[in-house]
């Protein structure tokens, strides 16, 4: 077996700084962050286990003190949360708020939003809470349910594959060639670096790890671009996932992760592959 990592892969700084930021301030009082600080269940375990509360709305809050996730709110809903009178805390990616702020400015020109990415999605929430009129669009049949307008102006949830951007954006022109479109590319450069990464790594291997919690938008999509170039994709959460079937003597076995994984679940991971590689050649000398 040959094992290779991505060049590109695994948490990235707004995840490190956002979990950094809830660990500091819950060691100086108790913290509920509203949501899920990231889409990592073994990292929302952790901050557990440092005191980290978590619910799903401010007015169920256990604590005067709460956070915003990575993930970015809109204006509206913080403002909400200050109102019940409890104090906010910002933890949402430098990159997001970039998002946010690049939208706004598109807005300001009169230009009709439209956003790239998943509606139900907490990013695409958080970008789309403080506006009354919006599109949303994931595919190419979104485009067409779109109504004519004078102008638009076009941003992508960060997560999204860049590639997938850049064509509904080009659809977006083709439909509405009299209006004037302006895009500004709002995804984040580690979700560019991992997916580039993604698609040379899969090309080199026979077998593909993928190691990402469930709920992650930027995992799932390095699992749909890993299976463009290899056919072996295995989608894990951490190494206890790992199964032996899927490898052979012969395979070159890839790894990746999304920017939510931490670095201690690929280590393991890979140790789960060393393992399994070490059984295959014991069962050969024999």
Excluded at 104 to 131: A, F, N, Q, S
Excluded at 153 to 166: D, L, Y
Excluded at 177 to 187: A, L, N, Q
Aim: hydrophobic share 40%; glycine share 6%; net charge neutral.
């Amino acid at each position: 077996m040959t094992i290779l990592r991505a060049q590109h892969l695994g948490m990235c700084f707004g995840v490190r700084d956002a979990i950094a930021l809830a660990q500091q301030h819950a060691r100086e009082k108790p913290l509920t962050v509203l949501g899920e600080l990231v889409h990592n269940q073994f990292v929302l375990q952790d901050l557990r286990r440092h005191g980290v509360q978590s619910s799903a709305k401010p007015e169920s809050a256990l604590t005067s003190q709460v956070m915003i996730t990575a993930h970015g709110a809109s204006d509206k809903s913080k403002a909400h949360a200050r109102s019940l009178g409890l104090e906010v805390l910002d933890a949402t990616c430098p990159l997001v708020a970039s998002a946010h702020a690049a939208l706004r400015r598109l807005i300001e020109k009169g230009l009709h939003p439209i956003i790239v990415g998943k509606r139900d999605h907490v990013e695409v929430k958080g970008m789309t809470g403080d506006l009354t009129a919006f599109d949303v669009i994931l595919c190419g049949e979104d485009v067409q349910k779109i109504s004519y307008k004078p102008g638009f102006g076009i941003v992508a949830q960060t997560t999204q594959p860049i590639e997938k951007v850049h064509s509904l954006v080009e659809l977006l022109r083709n439909r509405f060639s009299d209006s004037k479109i302006e895009f500004i590319d709002t995804v984040c450069r580690p979700t560019k670096q991992r997916q580039q990464a993604a698609v040379e790594l899969a090309q080199e291997c026979s077998v593909v790890i993928v190691v990402g919690g469930t709920k992650s938008n930027n995992t799932r999509e390095l699992v749909a671009t890993c299976g463009k170039y290899c056919r072996n994709i295995h989608h894990v959460q951490d190494e206890n996932e790992v199964q032996a079937e899927w490898f052979g003597a012969e395979s070159i076995i890839g790894i990746t992760a999304g920017t939510s994984t931490p670095d201690l679940l690929i280590d393991s991971v890979e140790k789960r592959i060393r393992e399994i590689e070490k059984s295959v050649c014991e069962v050969q000398l024999v």
